[in-house]
């Protein structure tokens, strides 16, 4: 049975697009105290709470000895035995007090699922006491301090008493300062905001929270003198205020939202499979199959050099990241001492004074200084670290572009929306990733300035191009390819892990003619972008509104499955009312009571998204797609896990399209990585001389 404030709504209060989103969002309101709203929900205080209680008790527990065993003999204190008593038995009850307090807060704080705020309601009147009594723990703490560091206080000492009181004092201070750092945290700027006026409140809405992005971004002082700085802080400003103003989540809903997904996934593709409705794709580990038709340059021996270079931009940072220990070591032969003082061979553009980042590109290269022509580790807003190589092995000219490592490099990534991109060889209208457009065209002014690519073709006539790189790095080489190919037609890209919001559809297509795609399993880059975004934004909302489990169980059985994957058990027990999922392909999916009511709810939230969209055109990920995923481990031992280096893997070509929708799944982020993906290949490579063959279907 809900509460009156935890309404099922129906078709018929729906009196605009837009109600449905609004309707999902006041489900989720964030803690109201001292009448703002902050980043914090009443149902986040289970665990700080439990962790307080266990130190509250635990004080208890050694003021109380301190208590029964000094007491008595402050009544023959020459001075000060009075404040010692005052303080003592305070401190006794006033811990007794909080401990009280904070167990109600805990029982109220786990009631309820995520969006029943009505079982928490009496969170925000204790919480309210509870911050209240901080000025008084702040007086008792000084009466402590007093007693321990005062000179006016003379009485024969317990050695045990003195120690108890000197560290409860210390702790305390620290739990004082952590309440008031963690108010600090989850304090919101906007919590004051609220007008009746939807219309005029959402307008007034998106620019107050950009000026908040905004100021936010422009912290970062060693930024504003980037050339493109003020541009691209407005852009990513009025990115963030679209995706996350009028959603009232607070991170820890993210945090759930994001397991229940996963649960949610799972369940959806089992009873798709079930019905057979979900079409399995094909893989082989047969490369002669899989490259039977394509261009002899694009190849698994090839892909795999191209990805090593690709590793190799990345510098010293990745030689310390695969070796903690001795990274340093194997970097110090390649560095030049006093280099900053020498004549350069080569044009090395704000390398450090002993050539570090260049000493990482050689020793994970394998390349020789005198091949490595240009290299630029300048790294601004929107302008990228590459360098340009004689690779003798391909008899190619490289450019390698590195992705990203830096938090300049993350604010390219999410300046994210499309913009116009008309070139010569790619249809009229053609849009693409704004902040890489601004990053390739700062990669060729670079080239252009210090005319690298005509000194390299004249001192190698007969070599070919070749652009490469990882993740954001292969989107900026796609692009900058784009750029000279009109200059050098038969040039190739080797992009890893491409981020999928890179070109609209039919400029995807042009690429396929000299772009060779390469990604593995789930990860997220190659799915990521603002249409995806805004898509699972929406999935988070309604998913969470959808859950019957309190918010710290969600967390807790989080946990669980990182360690052991989601049991069957949960794939039902944890929606309400036992709804049913509906996975239609091209919809938004949704988890509701009744089916007819699903259909109309999902033409209504597909309608409203247009007008909340940041983005106006969709864009996908360039390139002809090799996608790799690891085979399934066959063994009937189901304790035995395959360890990494006896992975098998296989492949297939894909469509833009497969990786239009963002997927919680466990290695989303493990299979991004540089390493792994270059493992699958050196893996692949390996597995052509084995037999036999086999075919797997996911």
Same mark, same amino acid.
């Given at each position: 049975?809900?509460?009156?404030?935890?309404?099922?709504?129906?078709?018929?209060?729906?009196?605009?697009?837009?109600?449905?989103?609004?309707?999902?969002?006041?489900?989720?309101?964030?803690?109201?105290?001292?009448?703002?709203?902050?980043?914090?929900?009443?149902?986040?205080?289970?665990?700080?709470?439990?962790?307080?209680?266990?130190?509250?008790?635990?004080?208890?527990?050694?003021?109380?000895?301190?208590?029964?065993?000094?007491?008595?003999?402050?009544?023959?204190?020459?001075?000060?035995?009075?404040?010692?008593?005052?303080?003592?038995?305070?401190?006794?009850?006033?811990?007794?007090?909080?401990?009280?307090?904070?167990?109600?807060?805990?029982?109220?704080?786990?009631?309820?699922?995520?969006? *029943?705020? &009505?079982?928490?309601?009496? /969170?925000?009147? #204790?919480?309210?006491?509870?911050?209240? @009594? $901080?000025? !008084?723990? %702040?007086?008792?703490?000084?009466?402590?301090?007093?007693?321990?560091?005062?000179?006016?206080?003379?009485?024969?000492? *317990?050695? &045990?008493?003195?120690?108890? /009181?000197?560290? #409860?004092?210390?702790?305390?201070?620290? @739990? $004082?300062? !952590?309440? %008031?750092?963690?108010?600090?945290?989850?304090?919101?700027?906007?919590?004051?905001?609220?007008?009746?006026?939807?219309?005029?409140?959402?307008?007034?809405?998106?620019?107050?929270?950009?000026?908040?992005?905004?100021?936010?971004?422009?912290?970062?002082?060693?930024?504003?003198?980037?050339?493109?700085?003020?541009?691209?802080?407005?852009?990513?400003?009025?990115?963030?205020?679209?995706?996350?103003?009028?959603?009232?989540?607070?991170?820890?809903?993210?945090?759930?939202?994001?397991?229940?997904?996963?649960?949610?996934?799972?369940?959806?593709?089992?009873?798709?499979?079930?019905?057979?409705?979900?079409?399995?794709?094909?893989?082989?580990?047969?490369?002669?199959?899989?490259?039977?038709?394509?261009?002899?340059?694009?190849?698994?021996?090839?892909?795999?050099?191209?990805?090593?270079?690709?590793?190799?931009?990345?510098?010293?940072?990745?030689?310390?990241?695969?070796?903690?220990?001795?990274?340093?070591?194997?970097?110090?032969?390649?560095?030049?001492?006093?280099?900053?003082?020498?004549?350069?061979?080569?044009?090395?553009?704000?390398?450090?004074?002993?050539?570090?980042?260049?000493?990482?590109?050689?020793?994970?290269?394998?390349?020789?200084?005198?091949?490595?022509?240009?290299?630029?580790?300048?790294?601004?807003?929107?302008?990228?670290?590459?360098?340009?190589?004689?690779?003798?092995?391909?008899?190619?000219?490289?450019?390698?572009?590195?992705?990203?490592?830096?938090?300049?490099?993350?604010?390219?990534?999410?300046?994210?929306?499309?913009?116009?991109?008309?070139?010569?060889?790619?249809?009229?209208?053609?849009?693409?990733?704004?902040?890489?457009?601004?990053?390739?065209?700062?990669?060729?002014?670079?080239?252009?300035?210090?005319?690298?690519?005509?000194?390299?073709?004249?001192?190698?006539?007969?070599?070919?191009?070749?652009?490469?790189?990882?993740?954001?790095?292969?989107?900026?080489?796609?692009?900058?390819?784009?750029?000279?190919?009109?200059?050098?037609?038969?040039?190739?890209?080797?992009?890893?892990?491409?981020?999928?919001?890179?070109?609209?559809?039919?400029?995807?297509?042009?690429?396929?003619?000299?772009?060779?795609?390469?990604?593995?399993?789930?990860?997220?880059?190659?799915?990521?972008?603002?249409?995806?975004?805004?898509?699972?934004?929406?999935?988070?909302?309604?998913?969470?509104?959808?859950?019957?489990?309190?918010?710290?169980?969600?967390?807790?059985?989080?946990?669980?499955?990182?360690?052991?994957?989601?049991?069957?058990?949960?794939?039902?027990?944890?929606?309400?009312?036992?709804?049913?999922?509906?996975?239609?392909?091209?919809?938004?999916?949704?988890?509701?009571?009744?089916?007819?009511?699903?259909?109309?709810?999902?033409?209504?939230?597909?309608?409203?998204?247009?007008?909340?969209?940041?983005?106006?055109?969709?864009?996908?990920?360039?390139?002809?797609?090799?996608?790799?995923?690891?085979?399934?481990?066959?063994?009937?031992?189901?304790?035995?896990?395959?360890?990494?280096?006896?992975?098998?893997?296989?492949?297939?070509?894909?469509?833009?399209?497969?990786?239009?929708?963002?997927?919680?799944?466990?290695?989303?982020?493990?299979?991004?990585?540089?390493?792994?993906?270059?493992?699958?290949?050196?893996?692949?490579?390996?597995?052509?001389?084995?037999?036999?063959?086999?075919?797997?279907?996911?």
């Amino acid at each position: 049975m809900y509460s009156p404030h935890h309404r099922n709504y129906q078709l018929e209060d729906f009196f605009d697009p837009g109600t449905v989103i609004d309707c999902l969002e006041e489900e989720m309101p964030a803690l109201m105290l001292f009448g703002r709203k902050w980043l914090a929900a009443t149902d986040d205080l289970v665990y700080p709470g439990l962790f307080e209680i266990f130190i509250r008790i635990t004080w208890i527990i050694l003021i109380g000895i301190a208590c029964l065993k000094y007491y008595d003999e402050t009544w023959n204190c020459q001075s000060g035995g009075g404040l010692i008593r005052v303080y003592l038995v305070g401190e006794i009850v006033m811990l007794g007090i909080i401990t009280i307090l904070v167990c109600f807060i805990v029982n109220h704080s786990a009631r309820g699922s995520i969006t *029943d705020t &009505y079982a928490r309601r009496f /969170v925000q009147p #204790l919480l309210t006491v509870k911050i209240l @009594l $901080i000025p !008084l723990e %702040i007086v008792w703490n000084i009466l402590g301090s007093l007693w321990v560091f005062s000179e006016n206080i003379h009485c024969n000492h *317990d050695h &045990y008493t003195i120690t108890v /009181v000197k560290v #409860l004092i210390f702790f305390d201070w620290v @739990l $004082i300062g !952590l309440a %008031i750092l963690g108010l600090a945290l989850v304090f919101d700027p906007l919590g004051t905001f609220g007008m009746e006026d939807k219309v005029l409140e959402d307008a007034i809405e998106h620019k107050k929270v950009s000026r908040i992005w905004l100021r936010r971004f422009k912290f970062f002082w060693w930024m504003r003198r980037d050339e493109s700085a003020n541009e691209t802080f407005q852009h990513v400003a009025g990115l963030m205020s679209s995706l996350f103003r009028g959603t009232d989540l607070v991170p820890s809903d993210v945090l759930a939202g994001c397991v229940l997904l996963r649960v949610r996934q799972k369940r959806e593709t089992l009873e798709l499979r079930r019905l057979n409705i979900l079409e399995r794709p094909k893989y082989t580990s047969d490369s002669q199959n899989i490259f039977a038709g394509t261009p002899n340059w694009m190849t698994l021996e090839w892909a795999q050099h191209y990805m090593q270079l690709s590793i190799a931009s990345y510098g010293w940072l990745f030689v310390i990241y695969q070796h903690a220990c001795t990274g340093c070591f194997r970097l110090i032969k390649g560095m030049t001492c006093c280099a900053c003082f020498r004549r350069k061979r080569n044009i090395i553009i704000e390398d450090n004074c002993c050539l570090c980042s260049l000493s990482g590109i050689k020793y994970l290269s394998k390349v020789s200084e005198d091949d490595i022509l240009f290299a630029s580790f300048r790294n601004h807003l929107c302008e990228i670290p590459f360098c340009v190589i004689a690779d003798h092995k391909t008899a190619s000219i490289v450019i390698i572009i590195r992705g990203s490592l830096s938090l300049r490099d993350v604010i390219t990534d999410i300046t994210a929306a499309s913009d116009t991109f008309e070139i010569e060889g790619l249809p009229a209208g053609s849009m693409a990733h704004k902040g890489m457009i601004v990053g390739a065209k700062v990669l060729l002014k670079q080239l252009n300035q210090f005319k690298i690519l005509e000194k390299a073709f004249e001192k190698y006539p007969n070599y070919n191009l070749t652009l490469t790189g990882h993740s954001l790095g292969a989107g900026l080489a796609v692009l900058l390819g784009l750029l000279i190919r009109p200059k050098y037609p038969e040039l190739k890209v080797y992009a890893f892990a491409t981020p999928a919001g890179l070109l609209s559809r039919e400029a995807a297509k042009v690429t396929e003619e000299f772009v060779l795609t390469v990604g593995l399993g789930d990860d997220f880059i190659m799915r990521l972008s603002v249409d995806s975004t805004e898509n699972f934004r929406t999935s988070l909302l309604i998913t969470l509104q959808a859950c019957q489990l309190p918010k710290y169980r969600v967390v807790l059985n989080g946990f669980g499955y990182m360690l052991f994957g989601v049991p069957d058990r949960d794939l039902n027990r944890t929606w309400r009312n036992g709804n049913t999922i509906n996975s239609i392909p091209g919809q938004l999916p949704l988890l509701v009571e009744n089916g007819s009511r699903s259909q109309r709810e999902t033409r209504i939230l597909e309608r409203d998204l247009s007008r909340r969209r940041f983005s106006k055109v969709r864009l996908y990920t360039a390139g002809r797609i090799l996608h790799i995923v690891r085979c399934k481990n066959l063994t009937t031992d189901k304790k035995k896990k395959t360890k990494s280096k006896d992975q098998k893997y296989k492949m297939r070509w894909a469509q833009a399209e497969d990786f239009m929708e963002m997927s919680v799944m466990p290695r989303m982020l493990l299979d991004h990585l540089p390493e792994n993906l270059e493992r699958a290949l050196s893996t692949l490579i390996k597995q052509q001389d084995e037999s036999p063959l086999y075919i797997d279907s996911l």
